[in-house]
């Protein structure tokens, strides 16, 4: 299995200083597949981008004053997009890997999509669980969509933060006598949904943060 070396070096300097305040870097290892999942993002982020600056407010410069932007200008833009895709993936990625090492499970190999899925064995019932996550749903004002016990059902919709909000999909059943497995999906509300992409294809890894939330509770 190849594997792919990703380094990110981010320098904070302080300007009473003449040398960095602070280095900070960080190697990531993954798998070819991942590296061209992080690829796909970055197309998509960038066609999204190209949508919104470098194709949108030519055509209506040219409706409204009948001008056409300069090949340098056209340049400019393109550059520009590129610039600001490749700066959103690296923080979407960023955050995805984050979210990962903060669950313990540092040697995954994450799925830097947006739309995230975990399946765990838990020793409870699901009697248990679900009256855990009840009490620990609660407070934080998540909105709950549908409880139901009798399908096993958990569905609720998170606070916009980072993003338009997500929703999170709880599946619970027993497998043996004190023992349920739990199924937790987490996935944007997208406001846009095309065939090649959406418009919230990057979330910082908001959604694995509420998989590994989930997780913690389940476990507690």
Partial sequence: MKFVQIEFQAIFADSNWYFPARIFSVTISTKTENMNQILKIYLRTFLFSL?????????????????LPSARGILFDIVLVAVIAFVLTIAHVWGVWNAVRASGRSGEMPDFEARQTLEINVGKT??????????????????????????????????????NGETVTISVEPVAEKQSKVRVVSEPIHLINLAFFNLYALDFGKNRRNINLVERIVNA
Avoid at 51 to 67: D, R, V, Y
């Fill in 51 to 67: 949508a919104l600056i470098g194709i949108i407010p030519p055509i209506a410069e040219f409706c409204f004053f009948g001008t």
């Fill in 126 to 163: 699901p009697t248990q669980i679900f009256e855990q996550l009840r009490n620990a749903l609660q407070p934080l004002k998540w909105q709950l969509l549908a409880f139901d016990k009798a399908t096993g059902l958990i569905k609720c919709e998170t606070s916009p933060m980072m993003s």
